[in-house]
């Protein structure tokens, strides 16, 4: 029988059938009492779209959204098993399948930035810890989503006359409209994109934006590696869609602002690698970090 992998994010979800590789996307995480239901069609969609419909042996999961209830994700992996006739579920947070898929031995810190923002640091015997990850209201400083923000925070501050003028102020968006979107989260964090590029062009408010971001990035980061034990090197791999696409851009700042102990390392792989990795592998040091169903 076949395993499956899969990243369950905000902005889509993402399935791998291994062996094989067939891939399938699904819609992103969804806030509310529906999230569930939500996530279960999103996953129906991905398995229909990688022609998956045959008995799983194992299915391992890192989400968005991770029921912070732990009979709830009991209850959601036993549904997912149902779902997708599965022997067995490992249920995990996206920061874990992140943390797998990045650092091969599983040591060391992983931030993860794309809608939302979240930091996990492993230490050599197993013991772990996470940094922010607190959603979009309260945490997930540095993310797509909080550069986004300040960007369309800058737009209503250049048009009031409030603020210093931007090219942020170009946009044809307005900001307000954004508070009746059923996908606002997701909304604000795709600005993003337009802030970094201002940024290269040279505008000095998207420019002084990035720089905070890098400056909220790196303090999450020595906040996670203070936890590891020792003094030596830690490596911390930055990975997610909001690396992806800045690159250097927000790499190099972040570099030049973390303590020393921190040595930024390419990641070895996604979190659908990592989701892989859970899914035909023993969970080593993520034992204690994921929730596991046995159908009987």
């Given at each position: 029988?076949?395993?499956?992998?899969?990243?369950?994010?905000?902005?889509?979800?993402?399935?791998?059938?291994?062996?094989?590789?067939?891939?399938?996307?699904?819609?992103?995480?969804?806030?509310?009492?529906?999230?569930?239901?939500?996530?279960?069609?999103?996953?129906?969609?991905?398995?229909?779209?990688?022609?998956?419909?045959?008995?799983?042996?194992?299915?391992?999961?890192?989400?968005?959204?991770?029921?912070?209830?732990?009979?709830?994700?009991?209850?959601?992996?036993?549904?997912?098993?149902?779902?997708?006739?599965?022997?067995?579920?490992?249920?995990?947070?996206?920061?874990?399948?992140?943390?797998?898929?990045?650092?091969?031995?599983?040591?060391?810190?992983?931030?993860?930035?794309?809608?939302?923002?979240?930091?996990?640091?492993?230490?050599?015997?197993?013991?772990?810890?996470?940094?922010?990850?607190?959603?979009?209201?309260?945490?997930?400083?540095?993310?797509?989503?909080?550069?986004?923000?300040?960007?369309?925070?800058a737009v209503q501050r250049a048009r009031d006359g409030r603020g210093p003028a931007t090219k942020l102020a170009e946009t044809t968006l307005?900001?307000?409209?954004?508070?009746?979107?059923?996908t606002l989260v997701d909304d604000v964090a795709r600005f993003a994109p337009e802030v970094l590029r201002c940024a290269t062009e040279g505008d000095p408010v998207a420019a002084d934006l990035v720089v905070r971001a890098a400056q909220d990035i790196a303090e999450t980061i020595d906040a996670a590696v203070a936890t590891l034990a020792g003094r030596s090197a830690v490596p911390v791999a930055c990975v997610g869609g909001l690396f992806a696409g800045a690159g250097e851009q927000l790499l190099g700042p972040v570099r030049a602002a973390v303590s020393p102990r921190a040595q930024l390392v390419a990641a070895a792989g996604t979190s659908l690698d990592g989701a892989e990795r859970l899914a035909t592998s023993p969970p080593g040091p993520y034992a204690d970090l994921i929730i596991t169903h046995r159908r009987s």
């Open positions: 029988m076949s395993s499956i992998a899969i990243d369950g994010g905000q902005s889509a979800l993402r399935l791998r059938v291994v062996p094989g590789g067939r891939v399938g996307t699904g819609p992103g995480y969804v806030h509310g009492p529906t999230s569930s239901e939500h996530l279960l069609g999103a996953i129906r969609t991905a398995a229909d779209a990688a022609g998956f419909a045959e008995p799983a042996e194992v299915v391992a999961l890192g989400l968005t959204g991770f029921p912070p209830v732990r009979e709830v994700a009991e209850e959601l992996a036993a549904r997912i098993a149902e779902l997708l006739d599965a022997d067995e579920v490992r249920l995990s947070q996206d920061m874990v399948t992140a943390h797998a898929g990045a650092l091969a031995d599983g040591y060391g810190v992983v931030v993860a930035a794309g809608t939302g923002l979240v930091c996990l640091a492993v230490d050599r015997d197993g013991s772990w810890h996470k940094v922010d990850g607190h959603g979009y209201l309260f945490g997930d400083a540095g993310s797509a989503f909080a550069i986004g923000r300040a960007g369309l925070v307005e900001p307000v409209t954004l508070y009746k979107s059923a």
